[in-house]
């Protein structure tokens, strides 16, 4: 048998995932001795000092299999959300509940999968690898998903729909009233994914959801967020997500048995007790978020209103010169066609001595 008859074709048409430039490939590639990543939406402060810890002792038992159903972190998730601990199942980041969510939802051509466009890519490879429809809705004139459009575009057989909030590159929100008709509009047989990965950046803002009041309400809602972003663990691979007994319940069906490992589970807890760790990220965040807007803004470019961990921007033209000039001083974003268009581009919130090098980064560079 001939390898492109053994590879299904749907999955020989996928596309790897292509993440932000890894900092020791650009040092190597470069030369550069500073490099400044602000490119994956991670802590710039790093991890909490207690998960750090948490992680050197539970290193000790790395002989034993992790707890495969995550009985400490489920209770601490459970509590701290005042939910049952039936309805939260972990992942090895929230990246692998998308996948899982596709595979125990879409069965084939005759299944679709809607999102935003641009949202968060990863979606994308849920309908692929199962040879699903993937429809995507274009994002409003203020970069927001059209919710209303999304709607519409759910028909009987779209079995997932993918709202991120905020949504990833654009950092836009949409408000619980949207939501709230958006989720009344959809078929019976349309499960709509709530992506909270940023929620801790946007929670303080009135209006904001939170997802987890629809899934109390009995809507037919899946709400996943993660310890990735305002937790500092994207290293460890952990997320979480919330659902119905039925929707959990076959999550853990097709899920590994020992999907989390024992050091993020340990570290989880401990990020999750750490309320000071998380108060810094988030003024740290505020503070960088305004001074990367007011640079963009100089540059001639149009903002989103962001209530997320990055600023997205439209810089008019295209912005290949730009993300390369930046490249050569050092400085790693992400730009171009994956964050939605030619003239798009989408820098992470540093700490303040970051975004100084990226000021400085931004002084008479032509592109
Ligand atoms: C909207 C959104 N969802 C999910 C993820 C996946 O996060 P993780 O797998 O690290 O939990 C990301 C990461 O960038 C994201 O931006």
């Not at 509940?97 to 596709?102: D, E, V, W």
């Not at 309400?217 to 994207?234: D, P, W």
């Not at 076959?250 to 899920?255: F, G, K, L, S």
């Not at 171009?336 to 001595?353: C, K, S």
Request: proline letters at 6%; a negative charge; aromatic letters at 6%.
């Amino acid at each position: 048998m001939s390898e492109p008859s053994l590879i299904r074709p749907n999955v020989g048409r996928m596309v790897p995932y292509s993440p932000g430039k890894p900092i020791e490939e650009v040092r190597r590639e470069l030369g550069l001795e500073r490099i400044v990543k602000l490119a994956s939406n991670e802590n710039p402060l790093g991890p909490s000092p207690k998960a750090v810890e948490a992680i050197r002792e539970a290193a000790a038992q790395l002989h034993l299999y992790p707890d495969a159903s995550g009985h400490d972190l489920v209770q601490a998730i459970a509590a701290k959300h005042a939910v049952a601990p039936s309805q939260v199942v972990l992942g090895n980041g929230s990246d692998e509940l998308i996948h899982l969510l596709g595979l125990i939802t879409l069965a084939g051509p005759g299944d679709r999968l809607v999102m935003g466009h641009p949202s968060f890519v990863r979606y994308e490879a849920a309908a692929q690898i199962a040879d699903a429809a993937l429809v995507h809705v274009p994002v409003d004139a203020d970069f927001r998903l059209d919710l209303n459009a999304m709607a519409k575009a759910c028909d009987e057989r779209t079995k997932l729909v993918f709202v991120a909030n905020p949504n990833n590159p654009t950092g836009t929100i949409v408000r619980e009233s949207e939501l709230r008709a958006f989720l009344a509009d959809l078929p019976e047989t349309t499960l709509a994914v709530l992506d909270e990965a940023y929620f801790e950046f946007a929670a303080d803002e009135p209006g904001f959801p939170n997802g987890l009041d629809f899934l109390r309400e009995g809507h037919r809602v899946f709400v996943m967020r993660t310890f990735s972003k305002a937790y500092g663990l994207a290293g460890i691979r952990i997320g979480y997500g919330f659902g119905s007994n039925a929707v959990v319940d076959a999550i853990h069906r097709a899920r590994e048995p020992f999907n989390v490992n024992s050091l993020a589970q340990a570290a989880a807890i401990a990020a999750l007790g750490d309320d000071e760790h998380l108060q810094r990220t988030l003024s740290v965040n505020r503070e960088g978020m305004a001074r990367i807007e007011a640079m963009l803004r100089d540059l001639g470019g149009r903002c989103s209103r962001s209530f997320a961990n990055f600023v997205y921007a439209d810089m008019g033209r295209p912005v290949e010169g730009l993300f390369q000039g930046l490249l050569r001083r050092g400085v790693i974003i992400r730009a171009g066609r994956p964050m939605g268009g030619p003239n798009a581009l989408r820098i992470t919130i540093g700490t303040p001595e970051e975004v100084s090098i990226l000021e400085e980064a931004l002084v008479g560079l032509a592109w």
